[in-house]
């Protein structure tokens, strides 16, 4: 089959590596892809919200699968489109996409369907939203949430009132996320430790993905500002197998009945952003889609062949293939940044060490904010490679994809250097 990825990041740079696996694809695409995408596949200079030009270059290819990668163009409906379209594709529908383009629809959907999460309040008007803050007990904290898609930045974890009242200028008052954050959604701050589960739906079936955590804040410790992620590892000793069967039964299961309930069935992968507090997992947020950089270590296991899969998820026929398999290893990824993400930083400096890196063994460099110019790749975005490697411990995994790290230089570049260590506690 043909399969056509569309996005230019990590997330679908792993995606593009692992469908050219599965014996059944004979050609993949990604549109726009990157500069490593282009080393695995057919890059199609076509931008991933121009609906009508991506579906007329499926028409064309004669696409068997399109894969959406990216958030907004399925907030924006691309997934109605294609198949209005006559064309298979592996994402939810716009109404389904609402649960990751709508912070307060995700929360009333949680509570209709009795899903575990943080108590909210939603405000357009920063006077109403300060008065609440104040208007709390002492010592309550809180998490300010911009209602709509911000790039993985319109989140602000506060650990007093003053940080929430700073927030909520800088949302309502200063338009810092713009549209997304006109309106915005106070929860109560949860305590614990966070993971993630990902799981293929297929409007019906579900079949979770191996457990992994994500690292959101920027610098070593978890300090310092929210960002898209700065690496992943799976699996995650915090989640066992107890854990996933309660996310299943009290989180995955209800909310996607209630999701079909509301005529809004979903199909594609729902991911649920979990925080495993004392009273059991709650969720913090849902996407709809494969998260990065937890896509990087999670492919990095899978041993299925993904392409049946979500040729089944799209078909709604999830339950007709065998259960899934996976290398037992752990597998870890570190994204090397550009120099002030996740605030501003500079494009365009060449990119060194690239093959060196590629030498360590069991190691996969996978590209997101990178473009080649000539014979050189230069650093194009924020988060620019995810540098993911696979081995028999965490630490035999962290070791490698450090060394490959190291290989790899340009100006400004940088990580953390603690992803993974949380396994330690457990």
């Not at 357009?124 to 002492?138: D, K, L, P």
């Not at 899978?302 to 290893?329: H, N, Y």
């Amino acid at each position: 089959m043909k399969v056509l990825v569309i996005g230019s990041g990590g997330r679908e740079h792993a995606l593009v590596w692992k469908l050219k696996q599965s014996p059944s694809v004979t050609q993949v695409f990604c549109a726009p892809g990157n500069a490593g995408t282009s080393l695995e596949c057919t890059n199609v200079e076509i931008q991933a919200t121009d609906i009508p030009r991506l579906i007329k270059f499926a028409q064309k290819e004669k696409i068997d699968l399109t894969v959406v990668g990216p958030e907004v163009p399925l907030v924006l409906g691309i997934a109605d489109e294609f198949q209005k379209a006559g064309l298979r594709v592996f994402g939810p529908s716009k109404v389904a996409a609402e649960l990751e383009g709508s912070k307060k629809f995700a929360k009333e959907m949680m509570r209709k369907a009795n899903v575990p999460t943080a108590d909210f309040r939603v405000f357009t008007n920063s006077a109403e939203a300060m008065s609440y803050i104040e208007e709390r007990e002492a010592g309550d904290r809180f998490v300010i949430k911009a209602d709509g898609l911000a790039a993985g930045k319109g989140v602000t974890v506060c650990s007093n009132n003053e940080e929430a009242r700073e927030a909520i200028k800088r949302m309502l008052l200063q338009r810092e996320f713009g549209e997304a954050g006109l309106r915005i959604v106070v929860e109560d701050r949860l305590e614990g430790e966070e993971a993630s589960l990902l799981a293929f739906v297929d409007g019906n079936t579900i079949v979770p993905l191996e457990a992994a955590q994500d690292h959101k804040a920027a610098f070593d410790g978890d300090l310092g500002p929210n960002t898209g992620g700065m690496g992943a590892y799976s699996p995650t000793p915090i989640i066992t197998d107890e854990i996933v069967d309660t996310v299943v039964e009290k989180i995955l299961i209800p909310i996607v009945h209630e999701m079909n309930k509301e005529g809004r069935p979903f199909r594609g992968c729902l991911y649920a952003g979990l925080m495993l507090t004392s009273q059991g997992p709650k969720v913090l947020e849902f996407n709809v889609r494969l998260g990065d950089p937890e896509t990087q270590a999670v492919l990095m296991r899978l041993k299925s062949d993904l392409a049946l899969t979500m040729f089944a998820v799209a078909d709604g026929k999830l339950d007709q293939i065998e259960p899934l398999d996976w290398d037992p290893r752990p597998s870890l990824c570190v994204v090397m940044a550009s120099g002030g993400y996740p605030g501003d930083y500079e494009k365009g400096h060449p990119i060194r060490g690239l093959e060196e890196a590629a030498l360590v063994p069991e190691t996969k460099v996978f590209h997101a904010g990178t473009r080649q110019i000539g014979d050189q790749i230069v650093n194009d975005g924020g988060r620019v490679l995810g540098v993911t490697a696979i081995g028999d411990t965490i630490s035999e995994a962290k070791l490698r994809a450090y060394q490959a790290v190291k290989c790899i230089r340009w100006d400004g570049a940088w990580c953390r250097k603690d992803i993974s260590d949380k396994a330690n506690r457990y």
